[in-house]
C-alpha cells in the first residue's frame, strides 16, 4: 500500500531485494480508490514504483485484469506480469466451453 511506496528507499536498501510485487488493488484501497485500479492516483505510485524499483536494479512485477493491462504496464518496465487467478481462469475456459455447447 501506500505507506510502502513511501518506504520504497528503505525497502531497495536491503541487501538481496531483487523483486518487487505492486499489489494495484491493495494500492487502490490504501490510496482512497478501492478497486480502481486505473485511477490516475494509482497509475502515477505504480509508475513511480517503476521508476524507482528500475534506478535501484530491482525487478518489478504487478497484477493485471487484461491483456492489454498487461501489455501497457510492460511498456512501462514491470516485467513480472500475473494475471487472473486459478479459479478465475478456470471459470472463464468452463462458461466459453457451455456457452459452445449450448449455440449446439
Do not use: R
Amino acid at each position: 500500500g501506500l505507506e510502502g511506496v513511501q518506504n520504497l528507499d528503505d525497502i531497495f536498501a536491503v541487501p538481496g531485494i531483487d523483486v518487487v510485487f505492486i499489489g494495484p488493488y491493495d494500492l487502490s484501497q490504501s490510496l482512497g480508490v478501492t478497486g480502481d485500479v486505473h485511477h490516475p492516483k494509482v497509475v502515477e505510485q505504480m509508475k513511480l514504483i517503476v521508476q524507482k524499483a528500475e534506478a535501484a536494479g530491482v525487478t518489478v512485477g504487478t497484477f493485471v485484469d487484461t491483456v492489454e493491462d498487461g501489455v501497457q504496464w510492460k511498456k512501462l518496465g514491470v516485467k513480472y506480469i500475473a494475471n487472473s487467478v486459478d479459479v478465475g481462469v478456470f471459470y472463464t475456459a468452463c462458461k466459453e466451453i457451455a456457452i459452445g455447447l449450448k449455440a449446439v
